[in-house]
T-cell receptor, first 113, second 118 residues
């Protein structure tokens, strides 16, 4: 039973446009959500996170939106750049766990020049 | 540049060999993690150390043996591995608190050791 779902295995976006990556979750105990970016042959790089008490967090070109009623979060990248091409993982942590991250399957983002 | 350093970057070993993976961080983090990642899959948690004590073992086979010599170092000792153990092994660290409310601090990952079992 997947508690964190990224339903799009891949996404292709034109350079300079907005990239929107989506993530859905089922566990209402999740209180902290993170996005990681992964290049081949490297470890995941932390991008941005959001606590369940907020609905938006922004850091430069990256913004994460959280809709608790829909159990949905999204990552917006504006403007998209070629270096953004990577696999993006959504992850969540529950109130009852200080360590366990529950991961989505990942979305491969391809930025076209 | 990652602040979590893992060595070696690549390791090829036979099923009867004994080897160790090493991980180091100097961010003052008190929680350290071992993950296994197969191609096109998210990381799978193996072990968690909190304040140098093993907190979580996700039912990992005994052929994997973790060790935390001090707050900056984490080792993973390997012995009698199987071909299906071939994967990317990732180390991560994070700030840690033993008391709620838990601090909302992300885990930071190293670049991993690519392990191949012949």
């Amino acid at each position: 039973d997947q508690q964190v779902k990224q339903n799009s295995p891949s996404l292709s976006v034109q350079e300079g446009r907005i990239s929107i990556l989506n993530c859905d979750y089922t566990n209402s105990m999740f209180d902290y959500f993170l996005w990681y970016k992964k290049y081949p042959a490297e470890g995941p790089t932390f991008l941005i996170s959001i606590s369940s008490i907020k609905d938006k967090n922004e850091d430069g070109r990256f913004t994460v939106f959280l809709n608790k009623s829909a159990k949905h979060l999204s990552l917006h990248i504006v403007p998209s750049q070629p270096g953004d091409s990577a696999v993006y993982f959504c992850a969540a942590r529950g109130r009852d766990s200080n360590y366990q991250l529950i991961w989505g399957a990942g979305t491969k983002l391809i930025i076209k020049p | 540049d990652t602040e979590v350093t893992q060595t070696p970057k690549h390791l090829v070993m036979g099923m009867t060999n004994k080897k160790s993976l090493k991980c180091e961080q100097h961010m003052g983090h008190r929680a350290m993690y071992w993950y296994k990642q197969k191609a096109k899959k998210p990381p799978e948690l193996m072990f968690v150390y909190s304040y140098e004590k093993l907190s979580i073992n996700e039912s990992v086979p005994s052929r994997f043996s973790p060790e935390c010599p001090n707050s900056s170092l984490l080792n993973l000792h390997l012995h009698a591995l199987q071909p299906e153990d071939s994967a990317l092994y990732l180390c991560a660290s994070s700030q840690d608190t033993l008391n709620p409310p838990y601090s909302n601090q992300p885990q930071h990952f190293g670049d991993g050791t690519r392990l191949s079992i012949l």
